[in-house]
Structure formats: C-alpha cells, structure tokens
C-alpha cells in the first residue's frame, strides 16, 4: 500500500493505490475507507482511490456459500493490519460501498487488467464520479492511466442529495456549457466542464404532504467528490389561518349565498352546494352527490360533468358534434369503436358508446355490409356454392377452392393440363403458346428452382398442385400451381428431364450373341437327333443283314442300296426320305439321284 500527495491547482488530492492479485472483497476498500481517517490521516479535500487488481470482486451475500449470513455492519475490525471478522460478517452491498464512498468524498479509480475490464466498467455504473482504466501487463501505464481518469472526473459535475424526508421529492435542472438544458435525472449533471467554466442548477422540492412529526426537516445538497455542501431547512406550513380572512355573502359563491374562506364556499343559512348554488327546499336530500352518481362505486356524473343541485350538468365538447347525455352523464357519441379511422364505418350513428348501423350493415363498427352482390360467382351463386359470404366477402367452406368467389379450385383435376403450355413458354420457350407468351400466359408469377426438392409443399393456408407434364420432345418438367389469396404462383424446375438415348453397342452385341448362341442350340439339338437317329438305323441294318436275302433281279438297284457299317449313307438316308416327303416331286428317280449325290457330296 503506497500513499502518495497530489497537488493539481487550488485542490489537494490524495491517491491511495492498491495493487492487489488475487480475488479481493469489496469490504476490503471500504475498511480502508474507514481506517483513512483513524491512522492515514486524509485532509478534508477531494480524495482519489486507485484500486489496482488483476482479478473479479466479492459483494453481499456471496459469504452465504461459506455459511456466513449476517449482513456487515459497517466497521473496521481491524488488528494488526489484519481484517478479524471475515468469518463473521458476510460482504458489504455495492449499495453499502457507494454510500460510504459519498460520505468520505471519494472518487475511484478502477485500474484492471483487459480481462476484467467489463466487470468493472459494469461497477462502475453503479458508482458515481468513478472511472475505468486498462492496466498494462507490467503496470507501466499506471501514472498516465491516474490522470487520464483523474481529468476525465474533474470535467463532470454530479450533485446528489440527502436522504429525503417523507413526502419531500426534488428536481434538478442544469444549465451546462453552450446552454444545454437538462431535465430530469440527467438535470443532476454537466459533462466536459473545463477551468473557468461556469454551470448552474435549478432545484426544486415539493412537498406532498406534512410529516408525522412536526418539526423542521434538512436536505443536503453537494456535488459528489467535493466537501462543500448546501444545507436546506424545510419548515412545513400544515394549518393555516385563512378562515380569519372569509369574504362573506362572496360572489364566488352563487351571487352571494356564502362566505368564501380557505378556497371554499360556507353557504348561508337555507343554502347548499359546492357554491351554495341550490336550496334546500329544492332539492330532496342534503348529499346532493349521492343523486348524481349512478351507484356508490361510480364517479359523480360518470366524471364527464358536476352535480348542480342534485342534478348532472355535462361537460361541452370543443366540437359541437360531439356531447355527453344520459343521467349520469353516462352517454356519449364519440367513443364507439372505429373502422377505416371512422366512426362506425361511417355507416351508421354513435348512441351512447354504442354503433346504430344503417340498412345493410351491420357489426360493433358496422363495417360489416349485408351486400352478397360481391359475392356472387360467375354462375351466379353466391360463393360458387362452395362458401357463405360474410360481410361482403367469401368464406369458402370447401378446402379445395379459393378466391373472391370460390371459383379457384388449384388441385381439381385438368389444373396442370390448363397450365402447361403457358409454364413452358415462360420457363423453357416453348410449347404452344410461345409466340403469344407475353399476351396468355401473364397472368401468374413464375418462380423458378434448381431441383424437385426445392418446390413448395401444400400447406393449409392455401392449396397447392403438384404438375408433371411431357413436352414434344419427350421430356418432363415439373411445376407446382398455387393461389395465395389473389396471387396466383407457378413454381417450375429450371431444368427439362429428358429420357437417354439408346445405347447401340449393348443391342448389338446382344443381337450378336443372340443367333450365334441359337445357332449352336440347333446344332446341338440337330446332332443329337441324328445320332439317336443313325444309332436307330444302325441297329435296323444289323438286323436286316441277319435275315436278308440278295435280290438277284436287279443287281445294280441293290448294290447302291448296300449299306456298310461306318458309310456315310447311312447318316443322311433320313434327310433325304424328309425331302421326299416334304416334296413328292423329288421322287422322280433323276432328281432323287442328283440330290443324292449333292447332298453325299456335301457331308
């Protein structure tokens, strides 16, 4: 702890610098606070206290984490330099610090390091004329960061008061530099004051009301920081003496039925009222409030006029249009509720804060019209049948249909056929219509999207289509339909899907494949009905060459017909005996033989 005199001009200041590194109390600062006056020895001048740290702060009730609940009391306890209660008494309140801090004209300066610096700089909102600083890593800026802080509170002035008495309230009005005029809490303060410079403050105390005790009361009245003070004597005058100085038979009092004393009337003997207006033989009771009140809970004449005489006399307006009737002044005919900024619609009459509607409407505002000829469709039904019309509009109860009318029908079937050539000319540029697009096909607004994910989804606000249709060349696009109120919205896929071309090089390596492998199952089937056919023959012939007996008639006849095992006859013979079948015209015996003899050739 250093202490260090400071000399700036005509006013001693001294700092008392704290350069603390761990988490400290709040109570800390505030017994040194207490401890200045019993062994520093502080003058009675402005004072600054540097508190220098590289950590957060304690306050109230953060010592009930420790069990520790009774609130500080506000004194030193201090032995040895040593704080002995901390185990007592649980931290002082912020609320606690500012006061004491006031008390002893202290203006602090907060010196923290850059991490801490909105913790503070939220303190010190809560403290006034007290200043935040960044304090460097090595401490080397603390001597500029003191005057800084120090010029930037000596160029603002903040008065503040005592507590105030019970009923007592007090405004500021400060008249700054270049005739600024505050108002308010900001009236409490001058901001930027340099040497020289010259501010003044309007105050002004109000008393609601006198005090239990009576005796005089004190304010105090000083600018923060500073040790002169302006003390206020408040001497509160509870009971007059007016009564002394009665007008009698006043004409403040109804052409004279009274004498006016303190601010009222004292009416003559057969006279009452508020200003002895009435007589009592005029009226049936002596409250004459009670008979203009509507019941015991109500204002005398709904406040909206003043009893005379027992009788509600209501207020005139400013305009002569408007008025208050009723006995009680209960009535009027401008407070009935609006519409279009107009009273009823402008569709009828205000009774008695109650619209009277014209013929045809109807409604709190009448601005409901019994009109259904806005409401007929094309085939003159009323909503197209499909809805009740409800002050001149529709109310469709079919979901699927839509508009003034309920005509629109967004998701009936033939939605997307009706739309289609006009969605391909705006998106894509073709179709049919695409010579006459700008003329047809304007009466939607086309929103396009990248992909089929990105178009909208039905909702139940208003219905919605979903479309797939296929142009001339045999691609698809996509598009939804909907009708948002009058608005009619096409939402499209910016891209056609259009089908792949056939790919040639599969179909014809599959064609290819295809009659060689047939031509190898007829092979395979042919050779194997000749050999069950041949092995038949074979098995014939053996039997026949057992049994058989040479024909001598024509030798040469049996000799081409002579069959060895292994010859190759007697693998074609059964071709030849089809042909034959097959065709009779081969049984010429020359033909026969000329085939033979290919057909031999050949195999």
Not at 86 to 108: C, F, G, M, R, W
Not at 233 to 250: A, P, R, V
Not at 453 to 479: G, I, S, T
């Amino acid at each position: 702890m250093t202490f260090i005199p400071f000399i700036d001009l005509d006013t001693v200041i001294y700092l008392l610098i704290f350069i603390l590194g761990w988490s400290i109390p709040l109570s800390n600062v505030l017994l040194i606070i207490f401890y200045q006056n019993q062994h520093i020895g502080w003058r009675n001048v402005t004072r600054l206290l540097v508190f220098s740290t590289d950590a957060g702060f304690h306050f109230a009730g953060d010592g009930k984490l420790g069990g520790i609940v009774l609130p500080n009391d506000g004194r030193c306890h201090l032995e040895n330099n040593m704080y002995t209660m901390s185990h007592y008494y649980d931290y002082p309140s912020i609320a606690h610090l500012v006061q004491k801090l006031s008390e002893n004209n202290i203006q602090t300066i907060f010196a923290v390091t850059e991490e801490f610096q909105p913790v503070y700089k939220e303190l010190k909102n809560l403290i006034p004329k007290s200043a935040v600083g960044t304090l460097s890593a090595n401490s080397s800026n603390v001597i500029n960061l003191i005057v800084d802080a120090y010029n930037s509170l000596s160029s603002e002035v903040i008065l503040e008061n005592s507590k105030l008495p019970e009923g007592v309230t007090i405004t500021y009005q400060s008249h700054c530099k270049n005739g600024v005029v505050n108002e308010g809490e900001s009236g409490r303060k001058c901001s930027n004051i340099s040497i020289g410079d010259e501010v003044s403050f309007n105050i002004n105390i109000t008393a609601q009301g006198c005090p239990k005790q009576d005796k005089p009361e004190s304010i105090k009245i000083k600018p923060l920081g500073f040790t002169e003070e302006v003390e206020i004597l408040l001497n509160f005058i509870c009971e007059c003496d007016c009564h002394k100085q009665g007008i009698k038979n006043s004409d403040m009092c109804h052409n004279g039925n009274g004498t006016f004393e303190c601010g009222a009337c004292r009416c003559n003997k057969g006279r009452v009222g508020r200003q002895c207006e009435c007589r009592k033989d005029e009226v049936s009771t002596e409250d004459l409030d009670k008979n203009c009140r509507k019941d015991n809970g109500t204002d005398i004449c709904s406040n909206n006029g003043e009893c005379v005489c027992g009788t509600c006399e209501c207020k005139k307006r400013d305009n002569p249009e408007e008025r208050y009737s009723g006995k009680f002044c209960e009535c009027d005919n401008f407070n009935c509720d609006r519409s279009n900024n107009k009273l009823c619609g402008g569709h009828g009459r205000c009774e008695c804060r109650v619209c009277i509607c014209d013929a045809n409407y109807t409604g709190s505002a009448c601005d409901c019209s019994l009109d259904t000829s806005t409401c007929l469709a094309s085939n003159k039904q009323i909503c197209n049948g499909r809805g009740n019309c409800e002050c001149g509009t529709c109310r469709c109860t079919d979901p699927k249909f839509q508009g003034p009318t309920c005509e629109i029908c967004p998701t009936c079937p033939g939605v997307c056929t009706e739309h289609k050539s006009c969605v391909q000319c705006r998106a894509f540029g073709t179709g049919e219509k695409k010579d006459t697009c700008e003329r047809d096909c304007s009466y939607f607004n086309l929103i396009k999207v990248k992909d089929r994910d990105k178009l909208p989804q039905p909702v139940q606000a208003f219905p919605l289509m979903h479309c797939k249709e296929r142009d001339a060349n045999d691609c698809w696009f996509y598009y939804t339909y909907a009708v948002n109120n009058t608005e009619k919205e096409v939402h499209v896929v910016e891209t056609l899907e259009c089908p792949a071309g056939p790919d040639i090089i599969p179909i014809v390596a599959g064609v290819v494949t295809g009659i060689v492998l047939i031509g190898l199952a007829l092979l395979l089937i042919w050779k194997l009905l000749m050999i069950i056919h041949d092995r038949r023959e074979f098995a014939k012939f053996e039997k026949e060459k057992m049994n058989a007996k040479w024909d001598t008639v024509c030798p040469k006849k049996k000799k081409k017909k002579e069959f060895k095992t292994g010859s190759r006859n007697l693998l074609f013979e059964p071709v030849l005996e089809f042909l034959f079948l097959v065709f009779p015209k081969f049984q010429d015996c020359f033909i026969r033989s000329v085939v033979f003899l290919f057909t031999s050739a050949a195999f």
